[in-house]
């Protein structure tokens, strides 16, 4: 349990540690790449997020619209706000966000936030004695494209909220680093970014980007997990599956006891052509992680490619087991 003096203040901290704990949760960006032996989970407050993973984002100049709202990107918007432009650092989510006061009023509350800024610049127009509501008229409610039938609010802070909802293209233009990660590591983790940006995007350009870049980051780093399946997943991309089940089975010598592993290099080895070596694989993805569903499908199909009905309906009967009596049958065994 906490104890006096273990618990950190993000006001007491330098601006990019205050402002990573709020980003470890309300920072997407188009792509998160871990720092080599990482996980996400070893991220302490108090420290940089760079010290763990960095965050990438697409390059949005100062004062542009952003691409559309998402629900995990109020940390992006706020910083395309012309207030926190403007603040030096000063203005960050907990100037208006107390985790230690919730407030019963929120538009008075917020008003008040406001007013700690803009009190001797209001126009006319917005007399400081009135109630009126700021975040109804700056940062207004808006869909979320990730979000499903819910809305989110815009924390981009607008002047003029109705001018400025046409959104920028999602995934397009160049991937930068929200903060730089360690000098040594900027090449891999952009590179990295690229590939795993790509996908997210559906964008073949970035993709390609990102093996022109991994392919010279290999030199450096031939041993790096992260590395050598980035590069894999870009080489089945642009049909060159061999070269990524190479680098896949490398993965595994490094990692040999991860189902997502197998996966990869028995995905590789099936689009090759190789469909014992793929067998193999997929085999132990499943007898590693027997819930690896798409895994199973792809292995049951080949089964019954090479007419081996009985080893489809074995394959079928414990993917059964492992999801319980309540899950289907496989449509394709020989019980119906």
């Known amino acids: 349990m906490p104890l006096p003096g273990t618990i950190v203040n993000p006001a007491k901290l330098a601006p990019n540690a205050r402002n990573s704990i709020c980003e470890q949760c309300h920072l997407k960006g188009v792509a998160r790449v871990l720092n080599p032996g990482k996980k996400s989970e070893d991220f302490r407050p108090g420290e940089p997020l760079e010290e763990v993973f960095t965050t ?18 109020h940390v ?9 432009r403007n603040s030096n650092g000063r203005l960050w989510c907990g100037t208006c966000h107390d985790p230690h006061d919730q407030s019963d009023q929120p538009p008075q509350y917020y008003r008040s936030r406001c007013l700690s800024c803009h009190k001797g610049t209001l126009p006319s127009s917005h007399p400081v004695g009135s109630n009126g509501d700021c975040v109804a008229c700056h940062m207004s409610k808006r869909n979320a494209k990730d979000g499903g039938h819910t809305v989110f609010t815009d924390h981009r802070i607008s002047s003029r909220p109705e001018s400025e909802q046409k959104a920028a293209t999602a995934g397009k233009g160049d991937l930068v680093p929200w903060r730089d990660p360690p000098s040594a590591l900027r090449e891999r983790n952009l590179a ?19 093996l022109h870049m991994l392919t010279e980051v290999e030199k450096q780093l031939p041993d790096d997990p992260a590395v050598l399946t980035a590069l894999g997943q870009a080489l089945l991309a642009v049909n060159k599956p061999t070269e990524a089940a190479q680098r896949f089975e490398r993965v595994l010598q490094l990692d040999p006891d991860s189902a997502v592993n197998e996966e990869n290099a028995g995905t590789a080895w099936m689009q090759a052509g190789q469909m014992d070596k793929a067998i193999d694989h997929l085999e132990r993805a499943i007898k590693r992680d027997p819930l ?15 007419d081996d009905a009985d080893k489809a309906a074995a394959l079928a009967e414990r993917v059964r087991q492992a999801l319980g009596s309540a899950a289907p049958r496989d449509s394709g065994s020989s019980e119906h």
């Open 56 to 73: 990438y984002r697409v390059a949005v100049p100062p004062g542009s619209p952003q691409e559309n709202l998402r629900v995990i990107s």
């Open 292 to 306: 690896l569903l798409p895994v199973a499908q792809a292995l049951m199909q080949v089964y019954r490619q090479q």
């Open 192 to 210: 990295i970014a690229y590939v795993n940006g790509g996908f997210e995007n559906h964008s073949a350009s970035q993709i390609v980007q990102g």
């Open 76 to 84: 992006e918007q706020l910083a395309l706000s012309l207030c926190a």
